[in-house]
């Protein structure tokens, strides 16, 4: 009998060890929230600002010590280099990001098979509208979290310009054009124009007559199904003056500046403007920190309606619905718009304007406080490049670089955009 209880006993005991093996290795397994004191996940991300690379990697290191089972490794690449092949090489290959961006619209049904829906994160709630509409698609899912809002047009030297006899700051095409003149009779070179960079060209530069039509999503529609074009139409006839002018009253050699240079040539005050957005303020600002800067419409013509500087969402931050850790990335993103931390990160370190409704917009430089006074003024036109097709912002690039070569004329030009939007629509 006694035996017998022994041996019931022991069996008690191996069971219980068996048990409690089995819960720990539950506990630490596949749910990807890393809720085991000892295991650490490494999140890579994957991300095109290079203007905030230094910054963001300042920023994990608090969240990585606020979370000390997490880690994110961060790679960059933007500027100069193509990050939206560079991405398609990483899924290639099998180094999928757990982050990672997209710019919306066409971009977002390219890749929407690879993104988690986002519909129900916390933060969702806090997006602004206008923050919303590039990442929902059809199926009425949020996809992607809103980088920030971002604007762009002709940054300017108040001091040059006054040094110049400016007075008022140009609003019109002409009014631009009597600026030029007037700075280089200075001895002021007018433009830092980076026409050696396919997107500042082919991207946000011919983003304007596109943004300027009477209803740009319907102008887009009528060029897809082929009931407007772009050759003939007056808002792309008046782009000629655009380009004439900042290739007349450029630096040297345009076609070759690069991105880098064409900032550098601006901060450093050998040109009085720069064809940008107010993501250059941090690099600026480290060039030159007592610079005295603010935005100027990129104007096609002499009406009110030109303006205008185009506000929209540059990018958005979305999450590889098959990481094996999405709910890490997810907490990564919450923490982002909602810790303090995270949220003085967006407005002090990476001056950025939010696109959440529970982030006030302090600290922002010059040219983040010019974008918010033309918004407030609604004198804001969108970005349209994520309708357009895929791959026509760089064919468009390359005929515009034809063109400032003096290798086509104008018409050749129009003629250009529209073979490559009906070849690659």
């Not at 690879?114 to 969702?124: H, N, R, T």
């Not at 590889?320 to 850790?325: I, L, P, V």
Request: charged fraction near 25%.
């Amino acid at each position: 009998m006694k035996r017998i209880v022994l041996l019931f006993t022991s069996l008690i005991l191996v069971f219980g060890i068996i048990a409690g093996c089995s819960s720990k290795d539950t506990s630490s397994g596949g749910d990807g929230d890393s809720k085991s004191g000892d295991d650490v996940v490494t999140l890579n991300l994957f991300q095109f600002k290079v203007e905030i690379a230094d910054q963001l990697q300042e920023m994990i290191k608090e969240f990585e010590a606020e979370h000390p089972n997490i880690k994110v490794k961060l790679e960059t690449v933007g500027g100069g280099a193509d990050y939206g092949a560079a991405l398609k090489a990483k899924f290639a290959s099998g180094e999928e990001p757990d982050i990672f961006n997209n710019g919306g619209f066409k971009e977002l049904e390219l890749w929407q098979e690879k993104l988690a829906d986002l519909s129900g994160e916390p933060w969702v709630d806090h997006v602004l509208p206008i923050g919303k509409v590039p990442m929902t698609a059809e199926d009425g899912k949020l996809y992607g979290m809103p980088v920030n809002l971002e604007g762009y047009g002709f940054v300017y030297n108040k001091d040059l310009f006054e040094k110049a006899g400016i007075k008022e700051a140009p609003k019109t095409i002409d009014e631009l054009k009597d600026a030029s003149k007037k700075l280089e009779k200075e001895g002021i070179t007018p433009f830092s124009a980076g026409y050696g960079e396919w997107w500042i060209i082919g991207q946000h530069l011919l983003n304007i007559p596109f943004a300027q039509q009477d209803d740009p999503e319907a102008f887009i529609a009528g060029l897809y199904d082929g009931s407007e074009k772009i050759v003939g139409n007056e808002k792309f006839k008046q782009f000629k003056e655009v380009l004439d002018t900042e290739l007349k009253y450029a630096n040297d050699n345009p076609l070759t500046t690069d991105y880098n240079t064409q900032v550098t040539l601006f901060a450093s005050g050998e040109t009085a403007m720069l064809q940008q957005g107010n993501w250059t303020e941090n690099m600026i600002t480290e060039i030159n920190p007592e610079i005295n800067m603010g935005f100027l419409p990129i104007a096609v013509n002499n009406e009110e309606s030109a303006n205008s500087l185009p506000v929209g969402v540059p990018n958005n931050w979305v999450l590889n619905k098959n990481s094996e850790h999405l709910e890490e990335a997810k907490t990564f993103l919450n923490w982002m718009v909602s810790s303090e931390t995270g949220k003085r990160y967006i407005t002090e370190e990476f001056a950025f304007i939010p696109a959440f409704d529970n982030i006030e917009p302090a600290g922002l430089g010059d040219l983040g406080t010019s974008i918010l006074d033309y918004s407030k003024e609604e004198k804001t036109i969108p970005w349209t490049w994520f309708r357009w097709p895929d791959g026509a912002n760089k064919e468009f690039a390359a005929a515009i670089q034809e063109y400032a070569a003096g290798k086509i004329d104008y018409d050749t030009l129009l003629e250009r955009f529209q073979q490559s939007w009906d070849n690659l629509k």
